[in-house]
């Protein structure tokens, strides 16, 4: 099954435009709706060379706390051969326009749309774009909590479209997600998945949980209960939910809703303000 991946491509809105949009800060959660990715509000990294980047997600005290989250824009020949200045970093990568070399331990890997890569912390690896097209993708970012006793994961690269959904009980496969490694494996401090909802499908009631979310909706629309608000999300969108954060939504539109999701899970909450 083919699937469609929304990436943002920048530019400037012209001064006739309207100026309220849809982006909301709360205590509990953010929306930064795809308008907001314009030229004006892209970075740039160290040792990166023809890129540019939209951060949607840093550590915020107060806020949430665990993650990082880009998208990533690098043109044709740009890449790095230092992309990781945190040791103590894991990643996920996810492609969602145009293809990349990814050299993980000395082996290349081409990456095109759908394209997942985890990279464990302390792992040598390097990014190039050889096509003619820019690629665009997610890079997710989280400090790796290490536990005696536990080893680290090992690197993989694969794509979504080779992982068959795993449809939630008693939803006759109106909610589904596709999982790039197993729920139960205590290695994994965080996971990274694709939620997809038909149209109709829904969260019927209000998730509140210690994990923190980052949602980027990669297709479709729907309506999300957020913190007892209801907000309407469209592909492009970013959610960014606090633990804790009550959600939910109804899928709406003629097609999927579909998004990228990233959570913390399988580690004990600090009990020491501060440390992680």
Request: charged share 20%; glycine share 8%.
């Amino acid at each position: 099954m083919s699937h469609t991946y929304y990436a943002p491509h920048g530019g400037h809105p012209p001064q006739s435009q309207m100026t309220a949009d849809r982006a909301v800060f709360k205590e509990a959660y953010a929306v930064i709706p795809r308008g907001v990715m314009q030229d004006i509000v892209t970075s740039n990294l160290p040792f990166w060379e023809g890129t540019r980047l939209w951060v949607l997600a840093r550590p915020l005290s107060g806020f949430a706390e665990t993650f990082s989250q880009y998208i990533m824009e690098v043109q044709p020949g740009g890449g790095s051969d230092k992309p990781e200045p945190d040791a103590a970093a894991e990643a996920v990568l996810f492609v969602v326009e145009g293809e990349m070399t990814l050299t993980l331990k000395g082996e290349k890997h081409c990456m095109t749309p759908g394209g997942y890569a985890f990279i464990p912390p302390g792992t040598d690896w390097q990014l190039r774009n050889e096509a003619d097209a820019p690629v665009r993708f997610h890079w997710i970012r989280k400090a790796y909590e290490f536990v005696e006793g536990i080893d680290v994961p090992e690197p993989f690269v694969t794509n979504e479209n080779d992982i068959e959904p795993t449809a939630m009980p008693d939803t006759d496969g109106r909610w589904a997600t596709t999982r790039f490694v197993e729920p139960t494996d205590v290695r994994h401090d965080m996971h990274v998945t694709i939620v997809t909802f038909q149209p109709g499908g829904v969260i019927p009631f209000d998730e509140t949980h210690i994990m923190e979310h980052g949602l980027y909706v990669l297709e479709g629309k729907a309506l999300y209960h957020l913190n007892q608000d209801w907000v309407e999300v469209e592909a492009g969108d970013f959610m960014w939910l606090r633990a804790f954060c009550p959600q939910a939504c109804y899928a709406g539109g003629s097609g999927p809703f579909r998004y990228l999701l990233y959570k913390d899970v399988n580690r004990h909450p600090s009990l020491r303000l501060n440390a992680r």
